[in-house]
Structures are given as structure tokens and as C-alpha cells.
């Protein structure tokens, strides 16, 4: 019986240090500080228990083995529940340090928002860091349901416990009418001594109350023996229950090995998270050199621009005509390019056929003429003012196109002219298609 209450004793200890553990996550530093003194009043309390056991162990066989298996399932639990309140630190930790990356990443994405058009490399490089970091929100994730479900195995351990509790305090309450029982039999035989001894000096006249006095002892017996088998039953009961606390000591050990794969898991994200960092860094360090490249080239582009809106725009290309032959004639003319393609600077004149420098710099020019009149000359001449520049020509020999273009640079100064000629005795031919085409433009300003 002493043994009974011993166990009872203890359980209700090892809910109670269960109870302190829950409350005790969500306190912070004073609750765990709390929590440190009052385990220390548990032990006294189970040292206590413990002194109480020492006296009762000489009277049964399985109190010590009980004692001692409910002590290491105490100290079990005592150090899962620490390790729970640990990895849940650090998995606060870590969704710390995931939200610092976060502001971090996003900062970098705005910065490539900006700069999309001109460092596709980094973006490329955001996109892989995205994609880590949802692998790293994966994984958290499986780590956070099996934290849950370490509080779910818990919860229904404690529960079981409870349920172990409640049937103790049922066996206690059986138990001490057992003891009450017994007290009374105890005081049933007193009476009954006394009553033998009278007998003894009465035994003649007390041979009815005698036989009732037997009968009474036959009835203690069946009472005896009727109260040995609901021992019995009780320790059955206990047997019963050491083989569930054995129970419980392997889901235990099956949760150790599951929270140091949690830990691993941590570990193995900790790392992850020191890459993610060092390469945000990096990014962000190549994105500072990009805008310090990119600042420099803006201010290049805007010297060019500025330099470009100080220089003269000066461009012309024009056609013939779309009457078709022209020529020969008896005397050399001046090639009117009617058809105007282009005349930035209107420099150049289709009336007269004459292009006039707007300023003094370096010119280019270019032309192209056809002819299809076989046995017949194809030609012409580029001036420069009143110098040829160069005569280009061919001999259609044949029933078929011939054509001629040349091309020159030129340095002229503010006034001067630039023209084409059809020599005398040749012919050329133009139409919609536009065979023939003079062209030119300033190259740079002197």
C-alpha cells in the first residue's frame, strides 16, 4: 500500500513539472528562472517521496524497480521539454534572420526594378536567390509541422499519463478500504481474543457463543482471502501500468531521434541562410559597381548627347526622276536629283541638283547611275565647286543594265558646292525603282 501511495506521489510530481513546462514557454527569461526553482522544489519533494519509499521498499519486490524507471521517465521528460523550449528558440532565431534576408532581397529587388534594362545579370542572379529562399520557407515549414507534431505526441502522453493517474487514485481509494477493512478485522480478533479468553473461564456455559465465534472466524477467513485477490488484482494492475510507462519510454526515444534530425535540419538551414546572405551581399556590392559603371556611362551619354545637340545635323539622299532615259546630249548638264529621300539641314537643293556646305567640316558622298541603251556610254562626274573630283563610266555592250557608283569623302569649307554631271554623249535611265541616287551627309564639323 505504501508503494501504491509512493507511485501516486510520484506521478502526480511528474504532471506537475509537465504543467510548469507549458506554462513556462511563453514567459521568457523570468518564467524559465521561475521555472528552474520550482523544479528544484520537485526534487525536494520527489527526494521526499524517495525517503518514503527507502522505509516501504522491505515490504514488496517491485517498488524499487517502479521507483526507479519513474524517476529516469521524469528526468526524460524534464530534458525534452528543455530541448523543446531550445529549438524553439532557435527557430525563432532563424525566422529572424529569414526576415532580415527578406528586407534584404527585397531592397535588392527594387534596386534591379530600377536597373532591369541594363543588369540583366543580376536579376538573373535575385531570381536564383528567390528560389532558394522558397526552398529555405519549404523546409522551415517541414520543420515547423514536425515541431507540431512533437506537441501533438506530447499532448497525448500527458494524456495517457492522466488517464494512468486517474486509475492510481481509483486503486488508492479501493486500496484504503482495503486498509480500513483490514483495521476492522484487526479489531474484530481483539474482540475475539478477549471474548476466548473469557470463554476459557466460561467454557461450559459459552459453547453456543463459541460455535457463533467460529463461525464469525470462517467469515474473516472468506473476508481474507477475498481481500488477498483484490491485491493481487492491484498489482496485476501495477504490472499493467509499468508495461505502458515502458511504452511511453520508447516513444520518447523515438521523439529524441526525431528532434535531433530537427536539429540537423537547423543546422543544415543555418548554413543555407550564412550562403543566402554572403551571396545577397555579393549581389549587392556588384549591383553598387553597376550603378557606379552606370552613373559614369549616363554622364558620358549626356556629354555625347550635348556635344551631338552643338553639332550641325546636316544629311541628304535623293533620286533622279520617273521620266526614264536622260541623254545623251550634245554638251555635258548638271544632274538634277528631283525626288528628295532625305534633306536634314536642306543643304542640298533639287531645283539646281547642287548640295552647299553649311559649314566647314568633312563630307560624305555617294552615287549610283544606270543605264539599259546598248552600244551606248554611261556616266558620270562629281564636282567639287568647279573641280571634277572623278569621272565614272561604262560601255553597255550588251541588251542589258549597267551602272556605275563611286563614293569620296571630302573637306569643304562653309559655301562650298558638290553636284553631279551627265557627260556629253551618255545616257542614263531612272524610274519609281530609283536606279540612280546621289547621297551625302557631314561626318564632323572643323
Known sequence: MRSAAVFLALLLCLQWTWAQGESGEGTGTDAETEGGNRQEEVHFEIQGVGA???????????????????????????????????????????????AATQARLTASESKNAVLESRVNTSENLVAQLRRENMVLETRMSSSENEVAELKRQNADLLARVTA????ITVLETRMSSS???VAELKRQNADLLARVTASENKITVLETRMSSSENEVAELKRENADLLARVTASENKITDLLA?????????????????????????????????L???????????????????????VA?????????????????????????????EITLK??????????????????????????????????????????GAYLYHNEKKMTRNYDYNDEHGHVS??????LQLEKGDVVYMALPSGHGIFDDSNNYNIFSGFLLFAL
Open 337 to 378: 536629283f528631283s525626288k528628295v529621300f532625305t534633306n536634314i539641314g536642306q543643304a542640298y537643293s533639287p531645283t539646281t541638283g547642287i548640295f552647299t556646305a553649311p559649314v566647314r567640316g568633312v563630307y560624305y558622298f555617294r552615287f549610283t547611275v544606270l543605264g539599259i541603251c546598248p552600244s551606248a556610254w554611261i
Open 404 to 409: 556605275v557608283s563611286n563614293a569620296l569623302i
Open 278 to 300: 554572403a551571396r545577397v551581399t555579393a549581389s549587392e556590392n556588384k549591383i553598387t559597381v553597376l550603378e557606379t559603371r552606370m552613373s559614369s556611362s549616363e554622364n558620358e
Open 52 to 98: 518514503a519509499h527507502d522505509q516501504s521498499s522491505s515490504q514488496t519486490n517491485i517498488s524499487p524497480d517502479i521507483w526507479a524507471e519513474l524517476k529516469e521517465l521524469r528526468d526524460m521528460a524534464i530534458e525534452q521539454k528543455v530541448e523543446l523550449r531550445n529549438s524553439k528558440s532557435k527557430i525563432e532565431k532563424l525566422e529572424q534572420e529569414n
Open 164 to 167: 494512468s493517474e486517474n486509475k
Open 179 to 181: 486498509e480500513n477493512e
Open 303 to 331: 556629354e555625347l548627347k550635348r556635344e551631338n545637340a552643338d553639332r550641325p545635323k546636316v544629311a541628304f539622299s535623293a533620286g533622279l526622276t520617273n521620266a526614264g532615259p536622260v541623254g545623251p546630249f550634245d554638251t
Open 244 to 276: 505502458r510507462v515502458t511504452t511511453c519510454e520508447n516513444k520518447i526515444t523515438v521523439l529524441e531521434t526525431r528532434m535531433s534530425s530537427s536539429e540537423n535540419e537547423v543546422a543544415e538551414l543555418k548554413r543555407e541562410n550564412a550562403d543566402l
